[in-house]
């Protein structure tokens, strides 16, 4: 008797094991399947179009679109938060990350192009519903997308993106203004608080604005962008500002950001539409901002209120690339979001 017991508990303790390495063996291979990111890239125009890419298109579908000077490369840590439970697809715009450069002489560089490209590359990945995440010159680009595809939009988050006049209304922004005026304008809002450090790092008295805001491309700025106003600045991985300086250092690349700066003035006329856009439809929304951001002020994030109803908002103790130090908290954030939002 007690040998046919010994037995049957042998047996059980076998099943129980197989069942466990079974079960786990199926958990690893469903993670590899929801996690794993691919690097695509479409004909566009006549232009490759870089994009990543995880998680299963019966999902719902999340278009991350990123800012500047950077790429798709800034949602890197973000993609795999998401792509268990979300299609996530996050391209890189024409002159920017690993899309084709074409001169300014071959390419349009403006906003409205940059959202035409992105509205194509939707098309062409028969994508017409889907939830977007904008981050700085992704908002713009967001927000026409939006505004001219209404019913294909399911939510909206913001990442220190702009809509509102209050949003530009700083330091940061004076010399741009000024340049969005007159290209050829000297001196223009070059002696406040921000840009003096700028003249005097040139060690220069006068500056024409385009030379003063050329200094936004340099490897300085670019590890300012993601250095100032974080709250741990061990949490900042350098190999994020080498490579979007890297891609900046391309020749003809300098021509192609200036431009881009300067066509950003064709977004605060577009803002009273977008706002109107907000009113009408009450795309439910997500802000997640960087509350220490020098570029855009809280100021913009707050701003959202006048208009959208169905709206949460999270300040972070961060600057500019909320993600780079708080890249779970937000995921978390967006999951919770997407949940009760996006069905």
Request: glycine share 4%; proline share 4%; net charge positive.
């Amino acid at each position: 008797m007690n040998k046919i017991l010994r037995m049957i508990l042998a047996v059980f303790i076998l099943s129980e094991v197989f069942i466990t390495s079974l079960s786990a063996k199926q958990n690893e291979n469903k993670e590899e399947v929801f996690v794993e990111t691919s690097y695509k890239s479409v004909k566009i125009e006549g232009l490759d179009i870089f994009y990543r890419e995880a998680g299963l298109r019966d999902k719902p579908t999340l278009l991350l679109l990123h800012g500047f000077p950077t790429s798709s490369h800034m949602f890197r840590k973000l993609i795999p938060s998401l792509s268990k439970q979300y299609h996530v697809i996050a391209p890189d715009y024409p002159g920017f990350g690993n899309s084709s450069m074409p001169s300014i002489k071959e390419f349009e560089y403006t906003f409205d192009h940059m959202a035409i490209i992105v509205e194509k590359l939707l098309k062409k990945l028969s994508i017409d519903k889907y939830s977007m995440y904008m981050m700085d010159y992704g908002a713009p680009i967001g927000f026409r997308i939006a505004a001219s595809n209404p019913k294909s939009i399911q939510s909206l988050i913001i990442q220190n993106g702009n809509a509102y006049d209050e949003g530009i209304n700083n330091n940061f922004w004076e010399p741009i203004k000024a340049y969005w005026l007159d290209k050829n304008a000297v001196d223009k809002g070059l002696n406040n608080a921000w840009w003096k450090n700028v003249k005097i790092a040139y060690n220069k008295e006068s500056m024409s604005n385009k030379e003063a805001l050329s200094f936004l491309l340099t490897k300085g700025a670019t590890k300012w962008q993601y250095t100032n106003g974080v709250k741990d600045i061990s949490k900042i991985s350098p190999d994020a500002w080498i490579e979007d300086q890297r891609l900046l250092d391309r020749k003809g690349n300098k021509q192609i950001q200036l431009q881009m700066l300067y066509d950003y003035g064709s977004n605060p006329p577009l803002y009273k539409k977008w706002q109107k856009y907000f009113r009408e439809y009450q795309p439910a929304t997500l802000i997640v901002w960087g509350k220490n951001d020098e570029i855009f002020p809280s100021a913009g994030a707050y701003a959202y209120k006048r208009d959208l109803k169905d709206l949460e908002i999270h300040l972070l103790d961060t600057g500019h690339f909320v993600l780079e130090e708080y890249n779970n908290k937000v995921a978390n954030y967006i999951k919770m979001f997407l949940a009760k939002k996006v069905k």
